[in-house]
């Protein structure tokens, strides 16, 4: 096929004009772009009423889908089950078995550990759940790792809030419009959380790996205590997110950091929660009176 | 009875020329509104993808500064940072139109290596503008990206050519 011979004006001012306007237009508007990137890279939420905008106009389209195909994400887990019904049968059994006697053994920790928190007068803060939502969509075409969240403002969801499902942590609400929200995933390389080994206290750094995996960096730098099977959980430190939500899985090592997946999938969970920011100062109601005793007394030790 | 349906002489409406191609690539670029919750970026630009084919199969179809608009809703969809898709999807047609300036004969295979050509700069620019404003990764990272989203190329300048065909024909 030969070169269509539109792009050439011919002797007609007007239209080499044109032609010569539109590449003006389009050389300064592909510059614009640049320096909205360039105000982004100092300002990254800048630009949240124009991306809430977007949201809310496809939310009714992305929430309804998303009702008709909450199932979809496991359809390949469900073929592989249906082929393993037998042996995954008897090994279920096995597992619910010995799982009954821990869950024993756990309520009466749980008695145990109300009573030791009455005596030390700790009270139990609440919940700090503000709504349950679905996520509806996400940046499944960019590198970025964003869901969109069926709940905005006016369901009391607030940027900075984390946000967790029953299985674990999923993010923290990066932009609010009025009825959508923009969810940065665990998995993306900006998200940062503070996490401690489940077993005992040792302290790291999670961050996303944007390919759906988490890169775990313990605090105390030279070794890497991790052993693949290690459960994370938030330590809380820090503030934002409350401790010990589970986090992630800790599946392989490498040197010194461990490569980690995420406990809650985003794509199978079925709704998830808004949490309120957690402040690490307000478990404690009753420290006033310790410090005042505290204080007369601190004189004296030297 | 003339039974309803394309036939040659009809004149068809100015809408539907114009807005035909404009409305397609704007529900490619719509896409990311599935409710997929990607752990990685799975789902070709089809948005990118129908531009290309509009651009390629009809040249006198747009200026080079549709770009900017179509890149413009295709930020405020996709989750990249916003100016990304306006300043890529731009440079991409204008570079097509002195691409055209040079070839003087042009098929299939030929528009397949501009489309491809295309999609692995936006694509990769894409990243690189992610990475700028606070994401991460690597090109390992959008390499299977590339990959079907060129692949799938002649599948979508297909369905483009089959729409035109409907298009321009009342």
């Known amino acids: 096929m030969a070169r269509p011979p539109s792009r050439r004006p011919g002797y007609d001012r007007k239209a080499q004009y044109g032609l010569f306007a539109g590449y003006v237009v389009a050389v300064s508007g592909a510059a614009v772009g640049l320096l909205l990137i360039v105000v982004a890279m100092f300002d990254p939420t800048g630009f949240a009423a124009i991306r809430s905008t977007a949201g809310e106009i496809t939310r009714p389209i992305s929430a309804t889908m998303r009702q008709l195909v909450s199932g979809v994400g496991t359809v390949d887990e469900q073929i592989v089950a249906y082929f393993r019904a037998g042996s995954q049968n008897v090994g279920l059994r096995r597992q619910v078995d010995a799982n009954r006697t821990r869950l024993i053994e756990a309520a009466a920790i749980e008695q145990e550990n109300l009573r030791l928190k009455k005596l030390l007068k700790l009270v139990e803060d609440e919940d700090g759940e503000v709504v349950a939502a679905r996520l509806i969509s996400s940046s499944s075409s960019s590198s970025r790792r964003m869901a969109r969240l069926n709940a905005g403002k006016s369901q009391g969801a607030y940027a900075g809030m984390p946000v967790r499902a029953p299985e674990g942590l999923i993010g923290r609400i990066q932009t609010a419009g009025p009825n959508t929200a923009e969810v940065l995933l665990l998995t993306d390389s900006q998200s940062i959380v503070p996490v401690r080994r489940a077993k005992d206290n040792i302290a790291a750094i999670c961050t996303g ?40 899985i800790i599946v392989r090592v490498e040197g010194d950091k461990s490569i980690a997946a995420p406990l809650a999938n985003p794509a199978r969970v079925e709704a998830v929660i808004v949490q309120r920011p957690f402040e690490a100062t307000v478990t404690r109601p009753a420290a006033p009176a310790p410090a005042d005793e505290a204080a007369p007394a601190a004189p004296v030790a030297p | 009875m003339i039974p309803e349906g394309p036939r040659l002489g009809g004149n068809p409406s100015r809408f539907r020329l114009k807005a035909t191609p404009l409305i397609t690539v704007m529900l490619g670029s719509m896409l990311t509104a ?137």
């Not at chain 2, 970026?41 to 390629?56: E, F, I, M, Q, T």
């Not at chain 2, 055209?100 to 936006?122: M, N, T």
Request: overall charge neutral.
């Open chain 1, 209 to 248: 790996l944007d390919d759906g995996s988490l890169e775990i960096r313990s605090l105390n730098a030279g070794n890497n205590p991790f052993k693949p099977g290690d459960i994370m959980v938030t330590s809380g430190t820090g503030g934002l997110y409350r401790p010990n939500i589970p986090v992630a």
């Open chain 2, 34 to 170: 599935l409710p997929i919750i990607a752990q990685s970026p799975v789902l070709p630009p089809v948005g990118l993808l129908l531009l290309l084919s509009w651009r390629l199969l009809r040249p006198e179809l747009w200026p080079a500064w549709i770009a900017l608009p179509l890149g413009f809703f295709d930020d405020m969809m996709s989750g990249q940072p916003l100016g990304s898709a306006m300043c890529l999807w731009t440079l991409t047609m204008i570079a097509i139109d002195f691409s055209e300036r040079r070839l003087i004969w042009r098929d299939y295979w030929q528009d397949w290596l501009i489309a491809g050509i295309a999609v692995i700069f936006c694509i990769s620019g894409g990243l690189w503008f992610a990475r700028l404003t606070g994401g991460g990764g690597t090109i390992a990272l959008v390499a299977p990206q590339i990959l079907w989203s060129v692949l799938l190329y002649p599948f979508v300048a297909r369905q483009c050519a089959w729409l035109d065909r409907w298009r321009i024909m009342a």
